[in-house]
């Protein structure tokens, strides 16, 4: 053991004072790694969230804008479709799918991104397998509203000022089905929804306490849950895994698998073209 640890020791020095010197080839990932294309998107049906986006699901043509997007992401060739709903629901789930594969003109009284959208991808990639790997916690993401006397709310406020002087620049609401995917899909905006959802929170606190770090660790917790139920799905080194969910579960995965020997994360503004 003790030489192991000297061996990292040296290693490490080494990488210090010679980082040029580094093969840009070395690489933490397993040789059978598995692909990903992990996607985040706005709810496209009824959602609890406190963030939505005005979308009518049932009007045929944003369905065909989903569809013609289905169509850019059915290029990556998905052996295994994940969604964001819970995992004791995934017999449910899966029978609905095989339905839809049978007759994909058959009608859903609330669609959402699951119907509209993974279904479509694996219908058109001929992806017989879909899980779901949602768990559920509420958290108050409102904390900042309720702790007095906070010793750094302002940065939590003029960030949040800053956000809204951003948003002006660039309204959603002008936003075409594609656009708004590419939006949310850009490492700045996921880096956003990390924030806003809480790492922001880690900034308030009143005085010899850590109320917004409580707040932040349930939605930590949340997301870790929800990757933990990944990794208990089988998969093999030919498995190719479209995930779909709200887009700051994708921003918490993308931390993890890009850090992960398991997965190979795949650039989904290629597909998003």
């Known amino acids: ?20 010197k580094i093969d840009s080839s070395i690489s933490t990932k397993f040789p059978d790694a598995i692909a990903v294309l992990n996607m ?23 369905v065909q804008l989903v569809h013609e997007v289905a169509q850019k992401i059915a290029a990556f060739k998905p052996t295994v479709i994940i969604v ?16 839809y594969l049978k007759n994909p003109k058959m009608k859903f009284e609330h669609p959402s991104e699951i119907e509209l959208l993974a279904y479509e991808v694996g219908r058109l990639s001929g992806t017989t397998r879909i899980y779901g790997v949602d768990y559920k916690q509420g958290y108050n ?13 302002n940065t939590y406020y003029r960030y ?7 948003e002006k620049q660039y ?6 089905v594609l656009e708004h995917l590419q939006l949310a899909n850009n490492p700045l905006y996921l880096d956003v929804l990390l924030n806003i959802n809480a790492d922001m929170l880690l900034h308030i ?15 930590y917790h949340r997301n870790m849950v929800m990757y933990s139920n990944l990794n208990q799905i089988e998969l093999g080194k030919n498995d190719r895994v479209f995930i779909l969910m709200g887009a700051t579960h994708t921003a918490f995965f993308n931390m993890w698998m890009q850090r992960s020997p398991k997965y190979k994360v795949e650039d989904v503004l290629k597909y998003l073209n």
């Open 160 to 166: 949040m000022k800053l956000l809204d002087e951003l």
């Open 1 to 20: 053991m003790k030489a192991i640890l000297f061996s990292a020791a040296i290693l490490l020095a080494s990488t210090v004072t010679n980082a040029q």
């Open 205 to 219: 606190s009143s005085e010899g306490n850590a109320e917004g770090a409580e707040e932040a660790t349930k939605f």
């Open 171 to 176: 309204p959603e609401d002008k936003l075409t």
């Open 141 to 153: 993401y409102g904390i900042a509203r309720n702790v007095k006397n906070g010793k750094d709310h």
């Open 84 to 99: 964001e709903t819970l995992p004791e629901d995934n017999k449910t789930l899966q029978e609905q799918y095989q339905q």
């Open 40 to 62: 985040g998107t706005f709810h496209m049906g009824y959602t609890p969230d406190a963030s939505t986006t005005e979308f009518d699901e049932h009007d045929q043509k944003n």
